[in-house]
């Protein structure tokens, strides 16, 4: 019946794919150079080439912050999707299209720290060693509650480019970034000279970034799901992903890496943890 009602909704979104267009406004990158902006629209255009619809993606006209651009989400004004991390919280206020854009990999984090200060990290081998450092983070992110709650004192910041300078000028020990944003700002013009990439130890934890909608916006959701479905279906979904983030497996030294399991008490009870096939 599912995959019945879902086939008769992509029929009504294929008759009227010539009738209109379907425009998607999403938040603007917060400065010109971030690029962590690119695999969510690529993603965005592919589940909806999958429908078959007409449509227009454009970025906002102006710059939020993540929490302002979900409350004008939620608001129903100044964009119509939002891809973010998941918590309980934002599930409540918004529609989730819950398949995770990047099969998990938000919640692996590796650590940005000072270059003169690699040696304190080379012999952290427990949980309790980590802990005695502090991690910087921005102020509205779920990753600063989940690491709050796993016993860490995170430093935080309301700016996203703050957080790097703060590491910059020692006001914290490191920043942890999933592995498929660090090299992305590694690489970047805004990054200071004196960040590296520690290269043995991260944390993870189970974490899903979706595609969110207003919840009135049913019919925007169900399309973004379907195409998304379709593209996971017919393999498209998992060729964009690995030609966008294979070459950083590499480059994050996951063989060689240890991650510390830690927990997320804000991952909602529907997330669909039993599809593999959305998981890295």
Known sequence: ???????????????????????????????????????????????????????????????????????????????????????????NRLLPIRIPIYKGLIGWRVFLVKKNQLAKFKNIDTMQNLLKFKPIQGFDWPDTKILQSNGFDV???KNYSNIFSMLANNQGDFVPRSIIEVWKEYDADFMDKSIVVEPTLG???????????NKSNRTLGKLLENGLEKAIANGEFDKLFLEEFNDIFKRSNMDKRFFFQIDNPLIAPETPIDRKELWY
């Not at 690119?38 to 007409?54: M, R």
């Not at 944390?203 to 909608?213: C, E, G, L, Q, T």
Request: net charge neutral.
């Open 1 to 91: 019946m599912k995959q019945l009602i879902g086939l008769m909704l992509l029929s009504f979104f294929g008759h009227f794919a010539s009738a209109a267009t379907w425009e998607i406004t999403y938040p603007r990158p917060m400065t010109d150079n971030d690029r962590r902006q690119e695999y969510p629209v690529k993603l965005l255009a592919l589940a909806l080439e999958q429908t078959g619809v007409s449509y227009e993606l454009q970025a906002a006209s102006v710059v939020m912050s993540q929490e302002k651009s979900l409350k004008q989400l939620a608001e129903n004004r100044s964009v119509n999707v939002v891809w973010s991390m998941t918590d309980t919280d934002r599930e």
């Open 155 to 157: 430093v935080t910041s």
């Open 203 to 213: 944390v993870k934890y189970p974490a899903a970034m979706y595609f969110f909608v």
